[in-house]
């Protein structure tokens, strides 16, 4: 199949890479020529891009960089030697030192989760008040101060977007940022010989706070979070514009072949592969904790006593035994003999129910409870494990029968195991290590407790004879930072840089703006999932019993359907001993999977009814003059969430037309023609879905 990806789709829609008709070309300001002329003195060099302006649809307008000429893959657009970038080392080892090796709980990598923001900042202070004199004055006279992100938005624009939980995490974050700058402000205040009066201030500090956060680099070889003047010009778009470290002897991470995409095309997804600037940088987690758990209580379900049934029919049966004792010495030999057997059958339920208990601790030891979906798997073998061991107790069933029947359930379980892990790995994207056995329920997954205040902070207590720093710096040895390109931008075009694969929700929170048609955009789906455990006392029970989140909390993206969901719903539907355990994960079952696609569109349906906005009356909105840059990124915000609920809708609808025509004999090039739910996104459509149909034709034929 012709690739036609989200990304190509998205990047057509927009126009990227091609020549923008509005971009303004102005005069270089004097701040930055002087900024590009110090740099070209340190060694650097700036090829193929220009300062100039560009427009939001509604004309409002922000600085960028626009391609002077052609440019192609592979082509280097900036190199700036080692010693012009800014990194926390650097800060480090500064005048500040003493400082910093004063109060590790606020500076140091192990006492403070944003040691290295507090470092950089505590040292641009230190540096802005040096004005032209400091080494740095080209890099910070050119911070804007007009602009901001999420965090920093008031109450109004915040209600913009319509999110209740991100409005909460923004404001935790200010709360967190105050608290930062009221600690370092107090630790200022001890060495008067560093800080002049007046420098560090609110303003200042949210200033060049806001610069770190929405400026610094990360990762990708890089040892600490780095400043990288000039190339905060670039915004952000999803281009596989990049930056590389070339070494002393002149080689770079990335090959010529890497760059000029001469890859495997069959083992790469452009909507999943692209380079991005920060694997593993501060702030790169795209999943916000919102989860709530459940704190009361449930009594409706009692675990089984083993050891209570026990003493009990070990007295029942002394009862029995005393009262039937006698003189009669064949009388007696009868009681011993009844005795003994009582004493084997007693064992033996023993044993049965270790059995249930093992395959009960394999489910602890190898599944989160407190995912998507496994707790109704897991509800309904525990009800199984309950059952057949109560029937065995009333001897209804023999205990080879009752072996037979847990060593099923011990292979189901197996099973499911091998699959939720291949599920997770590979459909899901999100590893889980098999070689560890733990029980990861989302109880234990809960953020830790954050520092609230500047005395939490400094009653950290301090080993003085620790070393809180030396184990976690390293020298840097690369030669030059190169920003360098894979994608062709024409002459005239914006020329961007994909920061990392970032939702709109994560791009408001670090940098205050948001991506139209983002395909690393995501949302969420929240499930009130309780309902549907209604009817298995046990699977209430264990929710409550572990305090599990009371929603289950689907992720949706444009770039892939919503299997999790689909599982989900399968799960719901789902009875042990009817169906198998690769049903689950795999097609089999057409009737099975036709139900959980209905249920998916409905909880789909439900939440997106929800919404006060319609797609068209955003659309529309964004192109109000009136309008400024928080509404009208808070309107982008709103907009692709809805659209990405749009998509997933649509997804599941064409999945139950190709499902409906296929079960009913159609061709599968018939039955997966074009439907109203298409719109223009038909190829793009059928390549997400490619796989899905896959399994659904297989599926058909093993019927047939």
């Known amino acids: 199949m012709k690739r036609h990806s989200t990304g190509k789709k998205f990047h057509k829609i927009k126009g990227l890479k091609k020549a923008d008709p509005k971009a303004i070309i102005p005069e270089t ?97 230190y540096e802005y008040q040096k004005g032209k004199e400091s080494n740095w004055y080209h890099m910070i006279v050119n911070f804007p101060k007009d602009v901001d992100y999420a965090v920093y938005w008031n109450s109004d624009d915040l209600e913009l977007l319509d999110d209740q939980k991100m409005i909460k995490q923004a404001r935790k974050k200010y709360i967190e940022l105050l608290v930062s700058f009221q600690t370092l402000r107090y630790i200022a205040d001890k060495f008067p010989n560093l800080y002049k009066p007046g420098i560090v201030t609110i303003e200042n500090a949210i200033w060049l706070h806001t610069s770190i956060v929405t400026r610094c680099f990360g990762g990708q070889g890089l040892k600490y979070v780095t400043m990288v003047p000039f190339c905060e010009l670039f915004n952000h778009e999803n281009s596989d514009v990049c930056y590389d470290l070339q070494q002393q002897d002149n080689s770079t991470r990335y090959n010529y072949e890497f760059m000029t995409k001469k890859l495997n095309k069959e083992k790469q997804d452009d909507d999943e592969l692209s380079i991005t600037s920060s694997e593993n940088s501060q702030f790169s987690e795209d999943d916000l904790s919102d989860s709530e758990f459940v704190q009361d209580d449930y009594n409706y379900y009692q675990e089984f006593d083993f050891d209570e049934y026990s003493e009990q029919a070990i007295q029942n049966s002394k009862n029995n035994l005393k009262f039937k004792t006698n003189n009669n010495q064949k009388q007696n030999d009868l009681l011993l003999k009844m005795n003994k057997e009582f004493n084997i059958k007693l064992n033996i339920q023993k044993d049965i129910f270790l059995l249930a208990v093992d395959c009960k601790a394999f489910l602890f030891q190898n599944i989160d409870f407190g995912d998507n979906i496994s707790i109704f798997f897991i509800a309904q073998i525990f009800n199984e494990l309950d059952t057949s061991f109560q029937n065995f107790i009333y001897e209804e069933k023999s205990s080879y029968q009752i072996r037979e029947y847990i060593n099923q359930i011990q292979k189901a379980c197996t099973s499911y195991k091998n699959y939720w892990y291949h599920f997770n790995n590979e459909i899901l994207r999100r590893p889980i290590q098999q070689k560890y056995n733990y029980f990861a329920q989302k109880i234990g997954k809960r953020p830790t407790r954050n520092i609230h205040s500047m005395e939490q902070i400094l009653k950290q207590p301090v080993d003085r004879n620790c070393d809180y720093y030396t184990p976690f710096y390293q020298k840097e040895h690369f030669k030059n930072l190169l920003m360098r390109t894979r994608d062709p931008f024409e002459k005239g075009s914006q020329v961007y840089f994909c920061y990392t694969r970032l939702s709109n929700k994560m791009m408001l929170l670090k940098y205050g703006m948001a991506l139209e048609y983002n395909k690393y955009d995501s949302t969420f789906l929240r499930v009130e999932f309780l309902k549907y455990l209604e009817k298995s006392k046990v699977g209430t029970w264990i929710v409550h019993k572990f305090k599990l989140s009371k929603l289950k909390r689907f992720k949706l993206k444009h770039t892939i359907p919503p299997y999790e969901l689909i599982v989900f719903c399968k799960l719901v539907n789902w009875t042990f001993n009817i169906d198998t355990v690769e049903t689950i994960f795999k097609i089999q079952d057409l009737q099975l999977e036709r139900k959980a696609l209905v249920l998916a569109l409905k909880l789909l349906e439900e939440q997106n009814s929800k919404f006060k906005d319609k797609i068209e009356d955003l659309e529309l909105l964004l192109q109000n003059q009136n309008i400024g840059y928080h509404e009208y990124f808070a309107v982008v915000y709103r907009l692709e969430r809805l659209r990405i609920y749009r998509r997933n809708i649509n997804l599941i609808n064409i999945s139950i037309i190709v499902l409906d025509k296929m079960m009913q004999g159609v061709p599968f090039e018939k039955a997966s023609e074009k439907t109203e739910y298409d719109l223009d996104f038909y190829e793009t459509n059928r390549y997400i879905l490619r796989k899905y149909f896959e399994q659904m034709r297989w599926a058909l034929y093993n019927l047939k």
């Open 29 to 125: 300001p004097k701040e930055i020529k002087d900024f590009i002329e110090d740099l070209t003195f340190k060694g650097s060099s700036i090829q193929k891009v220009k300062y100039a302006y560009f427009q939001t649809r509604n004309g409002l307008k922000y600085p960028g960089l626009i391609a002077t000429e052609a440019i192609v893959p592979n082509d280097t657009l900036v190199t700036l030697p080692r010693e012009t970038l800014l990194t926390t080392y650097q800060a480090f080892e500064s005048p500040l030192k003493p400082m910093f090796l004063e109060y590790p709980q606020f500076f140091s990598p192990q006492l403070h989760p944003t040691w290295e923001n507090n470092q950089i900042l505590a040292f641009l202070l």
